[in-house]
């Protein structure tokens, strides 16, 4: 398999999920702003849409959108529990957060990282998703994780919301378990190891 990413960008979502997976991988640097891959080739080429993350299967076949590629992530390693089973009741409420958090979190962001929109459109986005981040820590109250015990890529997904959070100077620091959560997943060695892949964080 092969993961179309930029450092830093939703494409760590996935990478964080094929490391917990141990599934083999190569990756490809993406500059989105040029839509070229470091090898100068044109990227629209690869991905018509021009975003990532995009997965190119060993097949030749392309799976674009974060919440898919990472459930068939999961899905392809089984014995990591980084998904609940298609068929048990656990697996919609994986759905419900997975869409909670492209939806709630990640779309509201898109207006923070565009230079020409105005500082007061995003404040109003900023408290939008500071709302967004109470429902999680609520939710989070007494679990480690979203799914209870156990690691999901709805996690990772999280995890990168959060880093963005960070980036954009969203205040954060009273939600106690959100906070606490924030810790536990970085501490994880596989996203540990995602970001300093992606140049994001120094290797130990």
Request: glycine share 6%; hydrophobic share 45%.
């Amino acid at each position: 398999m092969k993961l179309y990413y930029a450092p830093g960008a939703c494409s760590l979502s996935p990478h964080i999920a094929l490391l917990e997976a141990g599934l083999p991988h190569d990756l490809v640097k993406v500059d989105l702003r040029a839509k070229k891959l470091q090898t100068g080739e044109d990227f629209l080429k690869v991905n018509p849409k021009g975003q990532v993350p995009a997965l190119a299967l060993d097949s030749g076949e392309l799976v674009t959108e974060g919440p898919v590629i990472v459930q068939m992530i999961a899905d392809q390693a089984p014995g990591r529990h980084l998904a609940p089973s298609r068929e048990s009741a656990e697996r919609y409420k994986f759905l419900e957060w997975l869409n909670f958090i492209t939806t709630e979190l990640h779309k509201n962001f898109t207006p923070l990282f565009q230079p020409a929109i105005p500082d007061d459109v995003k404040t109003f986005f900023k408290d939008r998703l500071t709302g967004k981040f109470k429902y999680v820590d609520s939710q989070l109250a007494g679990r480690d994780h979203l799914m209870g015990k156990e690691f999901t890529v709805a996690d990772g997904y999280l995890f990168v919301m959060l880093l963005w959070a960070e980036r954009v100077n969203l205040d954060l620091k009273g939600l106690t378990n959100l906070m606490a959560y924030k810790a536990r997943v970085a501490a994880r060695p596989k996203v540990k190891d995602a970001l300093t892949r992606e140049g994001l964080i120094k290797a130990a």
